[in-house]
Each structure stands twice: as structure tokens, then as C-alpha cells.
């Protein structure tokens, strides 16, 4: 039985954390991850936010490190809460239009990326697919999937 009186809740605040859906031509880039103590994982690029680094160029340079693309145009597409009640973090998505290789990926030494080019409707499909990391983004992927308006107003977007 509860009381109601005064108590300490505690949260934790991480880093802010970046995802790129990054646009090649007519197709969208994602990752199949290792990491070390972790099974293979669907991603897209992206990473947590260095201190005093703001989430447009964190997603700019996650981009570059992990894929070697740069984008003619970044924008803001979602913003996502920590779905965890004691994680205080946000999720910035961002669409990377027009992306152009300059350089090779430059990765930390943990890491193991393949990057692979996906259509439209393979991107949508990460929706349902257990090994996406990524689950906040499932869930708006699968809605949009369900609702014909929003797959074409994010086509839209996306190829813009």
C-alpha cells in the first residue's frame, strides 16, 4: 500500500542520439552491425551526440564516419523520446538527401559495418524485421506502411 509520501525517483540523462536515413539515388542505405557482446544487427547510420555537439552535425558526421557519404541536404524529420520512463534521451532522425561518397568509412575499432542499399518498400519492410535495432522506428514504420498518405508524403520526402 502506498503512502503518498515524498520519494526519490531517479532518471538517468544519456546522450542524445542521431539516425540517418540516408538517400542514394533511388535507394536508401542500411547497416548490418557487429559489435562486440552482440549479434548481428539491422541499423541505420547514426550515433550518440558528442558534448556541445548539436544533433544536425552529429548526424552529419555519424554519416561521413560510418558510411563515407555526405549529404546535399540534411533535415529534420522526427524527433523521438526515450520510450524508457527513467532514460531522459531524444532520438533526432534525420533524412540525408542526395548523398555522395568522398571518402572511406572511418570506424571505431568496435565496430563491424556493412553498408547495403535498400528501395522504398525493402525500407519499410525493416518494420517487421527482428533484427532492426532500431524499435521506436519500427513502430512509425509500420504506420506508415498501414496509411497510404504518410508512405507517399515520406516518399516524398525521401527523393525529394
Request: hydrophobic fraction near 35%; aromatic fraction near 10%; charge should be negative.
Amino acid at each position: 500500500m502506498y503512502d503518498w509520501s515524498v520519494k526519490t525517483f531517479e532518471k538517468i540523462k544519456k546522450p542524445d542520439t542521431v539516425s540517418v536515413i540516408a538517400v542514394v539515388d533511388d535507394k536508401i542505405l542500411v547497416q548490418k552491425q557487429e559489435q562486440p557482446h552482440r549479434d548481428m544487427f539491422l541499423s541505420l547510420p547514426g550515433g550518440k551526440c558528442e558534448l556541445g555537439e548539436n544533433p544536425q552535425n552529429s548526424a552529419s558526421r555519424e554519416l561521413l564516419e560510418e558510411t563515407g557519404l555526405v549529404a546535399q541536404n540534411i533535415i529534420l524529420w522526427k524527433i523521438i523520446p526515450s520510450c524508457y520512463s527513467s532514460i531522459i534521451r531524444d532520438t533526432y532522425y534525420y533524412i540525408a538527401q542526395d548523398c555522395k561518397k568522398v571518402q572511406d568509412l572511418n570506424l571505431d575499432w568496435w565496430e563491424k559495418i556493412q553498408n547495403e542499399y535498400v528501395n522504398f518498400e525493402e525500407f519499410l519492410l525493416l518494420s517487421q524485421n527482428e533484427s532492426f535495432r532500431d524499435h521506436d522506428l519500427m513502430n512509425v514504420l509500420l504506420k506508415i506502411r498501414l496509411n497510404p498518405k504518410q508512405k507517399e508524403e515520406l516518399k516524398n520526402q525521401l527523393f525529394k
